[in-house]
């Protein structure tokens, strides 16, 4: 299986701050990489799709970018309804491994 | 608008099977480019993918539960299946459909609001 490593598990921030997740892949996944966002006792909502791609509906402030097999979450300016656990996973291989999650905490 | 609606055993005895039904309503399970797939998250912890199938009937299972699971597609009644047999507490979690769409690299992009299914005798 690939290993997704995330990090950090958890985070602190405030609003209007710019926060950055980081995902590695442990092999080259090209750009099969999603974002997802989890609010507690919900579905998980997709952000990004193919590491960069912006789902529609889905702010401007969220974008994805990828570097090797290093791949990157970015809120440039925090909301309060953005604080959330959020999750990559990738979809290069089966299983779809996702990352162990960042939790999104307000400061 | 698609929605998915997942159903079924809320509660399951060790060593039986679980059985669960996701209802596809607004746009067809037969539209080509999509597949249809089940991931579980146990309490507090994150999220596991189960495996996905295709309109054709194709379907794809994580290694770690292979021996265990059927997933299937019914396509009179526009909705996929999920049976996990020989289930143990490690089952326990809440249970999500969702689409799969090839053309975004295999993301998932609608869910089903999640059903919670607990192994306890």
């Known amino acids: 299986d690939i290993q997704m490593t995330q990090s950090p598990s958890s985070l602190s921030a405030s609003v209007g701050d710019r926060v950055t997740i980081t995902c590695r892949a442990s092999?080259?996944?090209?750009?099969?990489l999603s974002w997802y966002q989890q609010k507690p006792g919900k579905a998980p909502k997709l952000l990004i799709y193919a590491a960069s791609s912006l789902q529609s509906g889905v702010p401007s402030r969220f974008s994805g970018s990828e570097s090797g097999t290093d791949f990157t979450l970015t809120i440039s300016s925090l909301q309060p309804e953005d604080f959330a656990t959020y999750y990559c996973?990738?979809?290069?291989?089966?299983?779809?491994?996702f990352g162990q999650g960042t939790k999104l905490e307000i400061k | 608008q698609l929605q998915l609606q997942e159903s079924g055993s809320g509660l399951v005895k060790p060593s039986q099977t679980l059985s669960l039904t996701c209802a596809v309503s607004g746009g067809s399970i037969s539209s080509g480019g999509y597949s249809w797939s089940w991931i579980r998250q146990p309490p507090g912890k994150g999220l596991e993918w189960i495996g996905n199938i295709y309109h054709s009937g194709s379907a794809y299972y994580n290694p770690s539960l292979q021996s265990r699971v059927t997933i299937s597609v019914d396509r009179s009644k526009n909705q996929f299946s999920l049976k996990l047999s020989s289930v143990t507490a490690a089952d326990t979690a809440v249970y999500y459909c969702?689409?799969?769409?090839?053309?975004?690299?295999?993301?998932?992009?609608?869910w089903g609001q999640g059903t919670t299914v607990t192994v306890s005798s």
């Open positions: 092999q080259s996944i090209s750009s099969y």
């Open positions: 969702a689409r799969t769409v090839v053309s975004y690299y295999y993301a998932m992009d609608v």
């Open positions: 996973q990738q979809s290069y291989s089966t299983p779809g491994t």
